[in-house]
């Protein structure tokens, strides 16, 4: 079948025609390449239809978001259709990650606007809590494990999702979740921090300041917090807040017990008062881990074992395990410049370029952190870094890079250190090495960015 994406026609033409819509004469293919095949959503800006990518020899699914807008005012339609650029803009910006559908092609034909990106399979929380029913604590903690490395992504990458609520978030047939509808995404700068601005997001989810426009890193954090709420109750935010005694009760329409732990972790991220509130997506992470949950499949699977010396490369870590094992640190270094480079296959040039960074393979990224880390007993590694990295501000800037540098010690006195001059030993500075970010003239924001993508 091939759906016709005239809004005046939309007439289901049979198998075998995927030129012409028989009933209008319409051309069928997007762009020459996307055949829509049924609708999935629909609204008044337009319609979602699954789609098919005739170019590739899979036809592979995807979505095709259609902006049309039905009945609406003039400022509304214009508002609108920002929104939808910006999504295609948002979704270009944070690039691939596993948990966030790619944007695949935006541009106009017949004088409407289309968005075109990846077919994320699964239900979104908000189906899986009508058809399953309410949320397990361990389910809640295995949500927020699982989506927090994705939040800490997006706002490394100066943006905030503002519109977090059960229907944006997508349990796949992995068990992954994905994070979906960046159209109320906004792109953070200082100025706009200080700047009031739209006021966009759905009611009861939205954070007091975004809710008056000046929405924050925390505002997505507040969000996620009163979505667990209602996986947990099954009952919208409206009447999980008192009003009259301007505090939550939640507890009052449990389904089931929550332990004070998980509770404290959720009470602080709906805090109203900013100050109060969780300020990044770490510091959760950070609460999570400090109470030790358990295990569970909705949690990406622990890495291998170091010595398993896995590689999606091919590429042998043997004699960089032997380095480190026995305390060889600068020769460790040397040599993890060497492996990561057959790893990006860029051995020839004997450096890296933006793009070997953002697609190095996230097993061979894994697997040189985990030998760092284990055999210094968690005192180097790219994770550790990682971790400095997000503590400093976790921004794409000069002035974080910078206070990255002091932290682990790359920068004596305002200036930065030549290889040479580093300290091989543990004695050094937590995070100090691998220092192989200046060797091959990679910018640390950029390897920083790949860690958390890969979620080390």
Not at 36 to 64: H, M
Not at 174 to 192: H, I
Not at 240 to 253: A, G, M, Q, Y
């Amino acid at each position: 079948m091939s759906q016709c994406l005239n809004p005046d026609c939309l007439f289901q033409n049979p198998s075998g025609y995927t030129k012409f819509c028989q009933k209008c004469g319409n051309k069928l293919l997007l762009g020459d390449r996307y055949g829509a095949q049924k609708i999935i959503g629909q609204g008044g800006f337009g319609r979602t239809f699954l789609a098919i990518d005739e170019y590739k020899p899979s036809k592979p699914p995807c979505v095709i978001k259609q902006f049309c807008p039905q009945f609406q005012g003039p400022s509304s339609i214009q508002k609108a259709a920002e929104l939808f650029e910006l999504e295609a803009v948002r979704l270009e910006q944070l690039g691939k990650h596993s948990q966030i559908p790619e944007l695949l092609a935006y541009f106009s034909q017949d004088g409407r606007q289309y968005l075109v990106q990846e077919f994320i399979d699964g239900e979104n929380l908000a189906e899986a809590l009508e058809s399953k029913g309410y949320f397990s604590e361990t389910q809640i903690r295995d949500l927020l494990n699982n989506l927090l490395p994705v939040f800490e992504f997006i706002h490394s990458r100066q943006v905030i999702h503002r519109d977090i609520k059960p229907e944006n978030i997508i349990l796949r047939q992995d068990r992954q979740l994905v994070l979906v509808d960046f159209g109320a995404a906004k792109y953070v700068t200082q100025t706009a921090l200080a700047v009031t601005g739209t006021r966009i997001g759905t009611a009861g989810y939205t954070a007091p300041e975004q809710a008056n426009g000046k929405a924050i890193h925390a505002s997505d954090i507040y969000s996620l917090g009163v979505t667990c709420l209602c996986l947990l109750t099954e009952v919208e935010p409206i009447d999980l807040f008192d009003d009259s005694e301007f505090e939550w009760v939640w507890r009052e329409h449990l389904k089931t017990s929550v332990s004070s732990e998980l509770g404290q972790i959720l009470d602080k991220m709906i805090q109203p008062a900013i100050k109060k509130r969780y300020q990044s997506a770490t510091e959760v992470l950070q609460a999570l881990a400090s109470q030790s949950p358990q295990p569970s499949p909705q949690v990406p699977p622990p890495p291998p074992p170091p010595d398993s010396l896995k590689s999606a490369r091919g590429v042998d870590y043997t004699r960089l395990r032997d380095l480190l094992a026995t305390g060889e640190w600068k020769e460790a270094d040397e040599e993890t410049l060497k492996v990561m480079l057959k790893a990006a296959r860029r051995e020839k040039e004997r450096s890296f370029n933006r793009e070997s960074i953002e697609n190095f393979p996230c097993d061979d990224l894994r697997m040189i952190d985990q030998l760092w880390v284990k055999y210094s007993q968690g005192h180097f590694g790219f994770s550790v870094q990682k971790k400095i990295w997000l503590e400093c501000g976790g921004k794409v800037d000069r002035e974080t890079e910078e206070k990255l540098g002091d932290r682990v010690g790359w920068r004596k006195r305002g200036s930065w250190l030549i290889y040479y001059e580093l300290t091989y030993n543990k004695q050094a500075q937590e995070g100090h090495l691998p220092y192989i970010v200046f060797e091959c003239n990679v910018a640390i924001s950029s390897l920083a960015l790949r860690t958390v993508s890969c979620n080390l």
